[in-house]
C-alpha cells in the first residue's frame, strides 16, 4: 500500500562547507530522510562522499539516514556505512552479478536494504528480491549529478512497482530520485511513489526556504 509522502533531501544539494549544519537546518525544516549520494568514480562519473562524512554527519540529527550507494563494487563497505550511522542502505542492481549476496550482507548488519534501478533497467530486475528489500529506488536521471531534468518514461516503471509491492503485501518504501520538483512531484506521488528524494528542489532558497519546499513537495500548499 502507497504510504504517506515523505521527503528525502539529498545532502549533495547542500552546502559543503558547513553540511552539519545544513543537514540539521533540512531535518528541523521537516525533511523525513536524509539522502546521502555516494559516488566512486566508476559506476557514476563523479565523486563525492564516504563513511567518514556519513559517521562526521550522524550527531545532527536522529532522522534517517538514507545512504544511495552508486558505487561498485559495494560489499566491501557495506559494514562501513552501517558501522557509521546509515540506516537505509541502497545499492545499484546494474553494480555487480551477485546483488542478492549484498542485499543479504545489508539486512545480516541489522540495517533496512535498497535496491536501485537506473533508468534502462526494468522492474523485473527486482523481481527475485521482493522478499528481501525495504525500498525500491527508481532513478528518475542517470545518476551521477545534482539538478537533471526528470526522465518521464520512468512513471510507467514506478506504477509497475507500485503493483509488484502491493502484490507482495510487505512494506517496501517505493523512492523516485532526479529531478523531482514541485511540477514532477505530483506526477511520480500519482504513479505511486512513497519516498521523493530532491536535492535542487529541496535545498533552494537557503535555509528560510526549506521548509517551504518541503511542504511543496509533499503537495501541501
Ligand atoms: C543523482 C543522485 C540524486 C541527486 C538528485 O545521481 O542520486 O540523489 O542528488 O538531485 P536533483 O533532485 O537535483 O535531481
Ligand atoms: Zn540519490
Known sequence: MQKPV???PSILSGDF???GEDVRDIAEAGADYIHIDVMDGHFVPNLTIGPMVVRALRPY???VFDCHLMIAPADPYIAGFAEAGADIITVHAEAGAHVHRTIQLIKSLGKRAGI???????AEAVTHL???VDLILV???NPGFGGQGFISSQLEKIATLREMIDTSGRDIDLEVDGGVNDETAPQVIAAGA???VAGTAGFRGGKAAYAGNIRRLRGHA
Open 139 to 141: 532513478m528518475s536521471v
Open 17 to 19: 562547507a558547513r553540511l
Open 194 to 196: 512513497d519516498v521523493l
Open 116 to 122: 536501485a534501478l537506473n533508468p534502462a533497467t526494468g
Open 61 to 63: 540529527t536522529d532522522k
Open 130 to 132: 521482493m522478499d528481501m
Open 6 to 8: 515523505r521527503i528525502a
